[in-house]
Nanobody
Framework: QVQLVESGGGLVQAGGSLRLSCAASGRTYSSYAMGWFRQAPGKEREFVAAISWSGARTYYADSVKGRFIIFRDNTKNTMYLQMNSLRPEDTAVYYC????????????????WGQGTQVTVSS
């Protein structure tokens, strides 16, 4: 079992930046992919970004491509989401997720989840 804890959310003005962190604890294993998903009020949970174990492969939703960067530091068992040029439509609860094996972009393929961190972007 792996526990994931997100941090770094908060309130930011449009055009600003935030960096989210996702720390893995408990019994961790090598070769697990990780991703970020978000859910706004009244909307379905959507894919944001994902990264393979080595970091060689990254994937981004079209809505965040060019603005967000996903990366990880496996020596610290931590994944990050650098969010730049934030827009009000980025407002959501952001969740980190993990899975053994290959990187995926569908939430149902992930079996480890954090509790979420709120990101609010004011206009």
């Amino acid at each position: 079992q792996v526990q994931l804890v997100e941090s770094g959310g908060g309130l930011v003005q449009a055009g600003g930046s935030l960096r989210l962190s996702c720390a893995a604890s408990g019994r961790t294993y090598s070769s697990y992919a990780m991703g970020w998903f978000r859910q706004a009020p009244g909307k379905e949970r959507e894919f944001v970004a994902a990264i393979s174990w080595s970091g060689a492969r990254t994937y981004y939703a079209d809505s965040v491509k060019g603005r967000f960067i996903i990366f990880r530091d496996n020596t610290k068992n931590t994944m990050y989401l650098q969010m730049n040029s934030l827009r009000p439509e980025d407002t959501a609860v952001y969740y980190c997720a993990g899975r053994q094996g290959t990187v995926e972009t569908t939430s149902t393929q992930y079996n480890y989840w954090g509790q979420g961190t709120q990101v609010t972007v004011s206009s």
